[in-house]
């Protein structure tokens, strides 16, 4: 089982800039994905970016709502990805999900518990 923990929220100015962490324990095969996910209250979870490893192929996926702003990046041998967050808007307050997807085999799903970011003077 995948264990998978999210550091890095808090609360910060618009037009700042703030950095999450996500690291899985655990085995994690080369056909994954690892990518973050945000739910602010009363709208649907939805993902951020994501970083995916198929084939011996990356791919990356970005919202629109945050290109130019979000950078995604994964560390492979450390199970890590990050997500950089630039000139950072109200309206990208939310609970941060990092999610970890092994498509080795049986697709196995894994969630982190969820990281609050806050933007607001």
């Known amino acids: 089982q995948v264990q998978v923990v999210e550091s890095g929220g808090g609360l910060v100015q618009p037009g700042g800039s703030l950095t999450l962490s996500c690291t899985a324990s655990?085995?994690?095969?080369?056909?994954?994905?690892m990518g973050w996910y945000r739910q602010a209250p009363g709208n649907q979870r939805e993902l951020v970016a994501r970083h995916t490893r198929r084939g011996g192929m990356n791919f990356v996926d970005v919202a629109d709502s945050v290109k130019g702003r979000f950078t995604i990046s994964r560390d492979n041998a450390k199970n890590t990805v990050y997500l950089q967050m630039n000139s950072l808007k109200s309206e990208d307050t939310a609970v941060y999900y990092c999610?970890?997807?092994?498509?080795?085999?049986?697709?196995?799903?894994?969630w982190g518990q969820g990281t609050q970011v806050t933007v607001s003077s």
């Open positions: 999610n970890v997807v092994d498509f080795q085999g049986a697709t196995q799903t894994s």
């Open positions: 655990g085995s994690i095969s080369s056909n994954s994905a």
